[in-house]
C-alpha cells in the first residue's frame, strides 16, 4: 500500500484507498480524459480534509510533492476533476445542516448535492437564490461545492451575491472563513502571524503591483471566467475586503471549500412560455433583442442544424411538425408574472414575428411549462449518436457578443464543411454563453487530434467576435489548451501571482488552469467516454 495512503488511514475519519479498482473510478473524467490518481481519499470530516492538506504541505517541505485534487461529482467536462495524484472525494460532507428562515440562509457542506438542498427548501416554498443556468443540476449527484469551485452557474449571473460565506482549507491545512470584512478588520487580519496573514497581505501587494491589470478585467465587454477574475470583486471603495470571489471559478487551486452559507429566496413560479419555430433563422438573431425587452426569465435559441438532428433522432416535440436543417428555435420562459401581464408579452411577441411569410413562422404558447421541459432536455438527449459517438461538454460554456451578423454562423459553417462535422448550438439569450454539441470520437488517435482540432477551430472563431472561450465553468486541463492563447503576458502574471500566494508549494490541483499543449490533452484521453 502507499506509504502516504498508509499513515493518513492511521489518521483520518474517513478511509484511503489504493486499490486500482478504487483508483480507476476516479481516473477518467467526461469524453475519456484520464489520469490515473496514486490513492483515493474519502474524508468525512473537515477536519480530515485539514490532516490531509498538512501532511501534504509537510512532504512538500522536504521536496516530495503530492498533488491534491477535490471532487465532488467528478463531471467536470475540463478535465479539473482529474489528477496524478491524490484524488479526494468530498461526497460523504453531504449534509444539509442549517437553514435561518429570518436571514434567509441555508447552510450546508461541500458534498451536498444540489438536488437534496432544493428539495430541503421545498418545504419552506424557498429555492437557492442563485441561477445554475445550462449546469445540470438535476443530476442527483451533482454537489453543491462542485458548483461554486466549477462556476457551474448562469454566466454573469451575479452568482457570487448568492454565496453569503465559504469555509475554506488551505493548502497548507489552515481553515478559514470568506465574508465580508472591513477595512479595519482586513487590517487586523493581516496582523495575523499565520497562512491567513500571509494571504491578506499577499492581496495587497497584489492589487499595488497589478492595479491595471486587475482593471482590466474588471471593465471587460464580455467577462472572462478564465485564471482568476473574480481579483477584481474583491475589494469595494471603502477599503472592505470578501475573499469569496477567488474561489468561484477557482476548480480547487486555491483552496478546498468544506461548507457554504447560500442566501435563498421563494421559489420560482412558471407563468408561462413561448417556443418559436422559425425557418431560416437568421432572422432570428435580429429579433432576439426585442424579445428580451420583455424581460423572459430564461430564452435560448437552438440552431446549427440542432432542431433538425433533434427531429431525425425523435425527440423533437410533435407541436413543431416538419423541421429542416435551416431552422432555428427560440425558446422562452417567464416567472413570477402576472396573468394579464403574461397575456400582452404573448401579444407582443406575436407583434413582432407578424411579418414573416406563412409557412416560415410557428408559435406555440406553452402554459403548462412541459414544451419548455421537452426543449431544454433537446441539448442532453436528442443530439443523434451513432453508436460509438459522443458529445463532449467541454465544448460549453463559452460566449459571444451578439448573433446579429451573418460573420459568426457563416465561420461555424466553414468548420463544418472542413472538418464534416454537424456543429449544433444553443445560445443562451440572457447572457450570449453558448454551448456546441458536435459528436465526436476517440478511439483512435486521429480521433482525438480531429477533437481537439474542432475545439481550437470553435475558440478561434469565438474570439474572432470579440468572445470568450471560457464563459462559465472554467478552463480545466482541456480547455486550457486553447483558452490561454489570447491571455497577456500581464494577464497571465497575474493569475500565477495569486496561484503562487495560495499554493506556494503546488500541492492543490497543480494541471488545471496553466497553458498546456493540445498535444499533451489527446495523450491522456482514451477510448469510451459520454
Same mark, same amino acid.
Given at each position: ?18 486499490? *486500482? ?74 449534509? $444539509? ?18 438536488? !437534496? ?51 475554506? $482549507? ?21 496582523? *495575523? ?21 486587475? !482593471? ?21 471603495? %471603502? ?104 397575456? %400582452? ?111 481550437? /477551430? ?38 500565477? /501571482? ?33
Amino acid at each position: 500500500m502507499n506509504r502516504a495512503a498508509v499513515y493518513l488511514n492511521r489518521r483520518l475519519e474517513g478511509q484511503a484507498y489504493t486499490d *486500482l479498482w478504487t483508483r480507476e473510478q476516479y481516473a477518467v473524467g467526461p469524453g475519456g480524459f484520464t489520469q490515473l490518481p496514486q490513492f483515493v481519499v474519502i474524508p468525512h470530516s473537515t477536519e480530515d480534509i485539514t490532516r490531509t492538506l498538512k501532511f501534504c504541505w509537510q512532504l512538500a517541505e522536504k521536496g516530495t510533492q503530492l498533488p491534491v485534487v477535490a471532487r465532488g461529482s467528478g463531471s467536470d467536462a475540463t478535465g479539473a476533476a482529474q489528477t496524478h495524484g491524490a484524488a479526494m472525494d468530498l461526497s460523504q460532507l453531504s449534509g $444539509v445542516e442549517e437553514y435561518d428562515g429570518k436571514q434567509g440562509l441555508l447552510r450546508m457542506q461541500a458534498g451536498a448535492t444540489i438536488t !437534496s438542498c432544493q428539495a430541503f427548501l421545498s418545504q419552506y416554498d424557498q429555492e437557492l437564490a442563485v441561477d445554475f443556468g445550462n449546469f445540470e443540476q438535476n443530476r442527483a449527484a451533482a454537489t453543491i461545492g462542485g458548483a461554486i469551485a466549477g462556476n457551474k452557474f448562469a454566466y454573469d449571473s451575479g452568482a457570487v451575491d448568492a454565496i453569503d460565506r465559504l469555509e475554506v $482549507v488551505l493548502s497548507n491545512g489552515t481553515t478559514i472563513e470568506t465574508g465580508y470584512l472591513s477595512r479595519r478588520d482586513v487590517e487586523q487580519k493581516k496582523q *495575523l502571524t499565520g497562512f491567513e496573514g500571509e494571504i491578506y497581505r499577499g492581496i495587497g501587494t497584489i492589487y499595488e503591483e497589478y492595479v491595471d491589470t486587475i !482593471s482590466m478585467l474588471s471593465n471587460q465587454a464580455l467577462p472572462s471566467g478564465l485564471g482568476y477574475p473574480g481579483i477584481g470583486q474583491l475589494r469595494d471603495e %471603502k477599503g472592505g475586503m470578501d475573499l469569496t470571489p477567488l474561489f468561484v471559478g477557482s476548480q480547487g487551486t486555491l483552496g478546498i471549500i468544506s461548507e457554504i452559507i447560500m442566501r435563498v429566496g421563494p421559489k420560482a413560479q412558471f407563468s408561462g412560455g413561448m417556443a418559436i419555430k422559425l425557418a431560416h433563422g437568421g432572422a432570428m438573431y435580429r429579433a432576439a433583442e426585442d424579445v428580451l425587452e420583455l424581460e423572459p426569465t430564461q430564452a435560448a435559441i437552438l440552431a446549427g442544424s440542432f432542431a433538425y438532428i433533434a427531429d431525425a433522432s425523435g425527440r423533437m416535440p410533435a407541436d413543431f411538425g416538419a423541421v429542416s436543417s435551416d431552422d432555428a428555435i427560440m425558446i422562452c420562459r417567464w416567472d413570477n408574472v402576472p396573468e394579464r401581464k403574461m397575456s %400582452k408579452i404573448f401579444k407582443r411577441i406575436a407583434q413582432l414575428f407578424q411579418d414573416f411569410p406563412e409557412g416560415m413562422l410557428q408559435l406555440i404558447e406553452d402554459e403548462s411549462d412541459v414544451l419548455w421541459c421537452q426543449l431544454q432536455s433537446l441539448q442532453e438527449f436528442a443530439v443523434a449518436r451513432d453508436g460509438r459517438g459522443f458529445v463532449p461538454k467541454f465544448f460549453g460554456r463559452m460566449a459571444v457578443p451578439s448573433l446579429d451578423g451573418n460573420d459568426f454562423r457563416s465561420r461555424l459553417g466553414r468548420i463544418e464543411a472542413a472538418q464534416k462535422v454537424a456543429l449544433p448550438w444553443r445560445y443562451d439569450m440572457n447572457s450570449g454563453e453558448i454551448y456546441f454539441y458536435p459528436v465526436c470520437h476517440n478511439e483512435k488517435l486521429v480521433d482525438r487530434q480531429g477533437m481537439m482540432g474542432l475545439l481550437m /477551430a470553435v475558440s478561434e472563431v469565438v474570439q474572432s467576435v470579440n468572445g470568450v472561450v471560457v464563459a462559465s465553468g472554467g478552463e480545466g486541463q482541456i480547455k486550457a489548451a486553447t483558452a490561454f492563447k489570447a491571455v497577456s503576458d500581464a494577464e497571465m502574471a497575474l493569475h500565477e /501571482a495569486i496561484r503562487a500566494l495560495f499554493d506556494p508549494h503546488r500541492i492543490l490541483q497543480v494541471a488545471a488552469k496553466r497553458p498546456v499543449q493540445a498535444t499533451t490533452i489527446m495523450r491522456q484521453i482514451g477510448p469510451g467516454g459520454a
